[in-house]
């Protein structure tokens, strides 16, 4: 059965960090590319970055700002988040799209986690 859980949101001042976490099973995370997107209210998903075996990428708006890694041995992604601002306050989501290539935002991701709140104010 797959899943992905997401961990690791909060409330944070601005200019404040967190990390975000996915751990994931039911799959051999190397064969998958896991991507983060996120959702604020009133608002359409936004992909915000996502790693496969071949390299990662990120949106424009957190260029600089968040990394993406991740540990195959531990099956988790990690989303480090850092100078943060009130707009990146949202739901974030992991999620799961089977392929080995360079990974874009724009897939089509088949699984997805319950999300995590996060927070950005003062």
């Known amino acids: 059965q797959v899943q992905l859980v997401e961990s690791g949101g909060g409330l944070v001042q601005p200019g404040g960090s967190l990390r975000l976490s996915c751990i994931v099973s039911?799959?051999?995370?190397?064969?998958?590319?896991i991507g983060w997107f996120r959702r604020a209210p009133g608002k359409e998903y936004e992909g915000v970055s996502c790693?496969?075996?071949?390299?990662?990428n990120y949106a424009d708006s957190v260029k600089g700002r968040f990394t993406i890694s991740r540990d195959n041995a531990r099956n988790t992604v990690y989303l480090q988040m850092n100078s943060l601002k009130p707009e990146d306050t949202a739901v974030y989501y992991c999620?799961?799209?089977?392929?080995?290539?360079?990974?874009?935002?724009?897939?089509?991701?088949?699984?997805w986690g319950q999300g995590t709140q996060v927070a950005v104010s003062s």
């Open positions: 999620a799961a799209d089977r392929t080995t290539f360079l990974c874009r935002l724009g897939n089509m991701y088949e699984y």
């Open positions: 039911g799959f051999t995370l190397d064969d998958y590319a």
């Open positions: 790693i496969s075996r071949s390299g990662s």
